[in-house]
């Protein structure tokens, strides 16, 4: 009876974990962070061919997609990371600094930071600090799903104007452990 009772309480466990992960996704153009993505659908999703393309040295496999100043980060998914050529590339993260790409489908760089109001998640503000006369830190709000999955290894950074509060640049990333 104890067997079946550990049991259910697992099951339970696994559904209340998944229903929090599917809460809030963090999407860039239609691609689903940590999602697995063939070349053509992400040029579809991105508009094009990248202007520039980057090897990363340090992680076989995994890519820079540059598309001006906007840079996307692509981690092949799989044990080999050449035996598929162009396909099984999980999306990573980015760096957007243009409104070219819309996140949550909703927000873009040059949206007023309140507009992060709208968006399902938690948010902190992290205004500029400054020690004698100089910024130290701060500028940007952290959104994440929830204060439980707060450090669940995405990190998402909005970076705004301190006195406009216009979004100027927005962080997004996967820790790979």
């Known amino acids: 009876m104890k067997r079946i009772f550990f049991i259910l309480i697992l099951l339970l466990a ?4 998944s229903n929090a992960q599917e809460k809030a996704k963090v ?3 239609g691609l689903q962070l940590c999602d697995t993505y063939t070349r053509a659908q992400m040029y579809e999703a991105l508009g094009g ?5 980057e090897a990363e040295i340090e992680d076989p496999g995994s890519f820079w ?9 692509w981690r092949y998914n799989g044990l080999d990371a050449y035996k598929d050529g162009i396909n099984n590339h999980c999306f990573g993260g980015c760096r957007l600094c243009t409104d070219r790409y819309v996140v949550f489908d909703s927000i873009r760089v040059g949206d007023p930071v309140s507009k992060l109001k709208t968006v399902p998640g938690m948010t902190k503000d992290h205004p500029r ?3 004698d006369g100089k910024e130290v830190d701060g ?3 952290e959104w994440y799903q929830s204060e439980e999955l707060r450090r669940d ?3 998402v950074i909005f ?4 006195l406009t509060k216009i979004i100027n640049r927005i962080h997004i990333y996967v820790l790979f452990l």
Do not use: Q
Request: glycine share 8%; net charge positive.
């Open 159 to 162: 970076h705004y104007d301190e």
């Open 49 to 53: 061919t990248p202007d520039k393309i």
């Open 153 to 155: 290894r995405i990190g």
């Open 65 to 73: 997609f540059y598309y001006g100043k906007d840079v996307f980060y």
């Open 139 to 141: 500028g940007y709000v």
């Open 129 to 131: 600090k400054y020690k």
């Open 27 to 29: 999407v860039v153009n």
């Open 14 to 17: 696994m559904i209340v974990n």
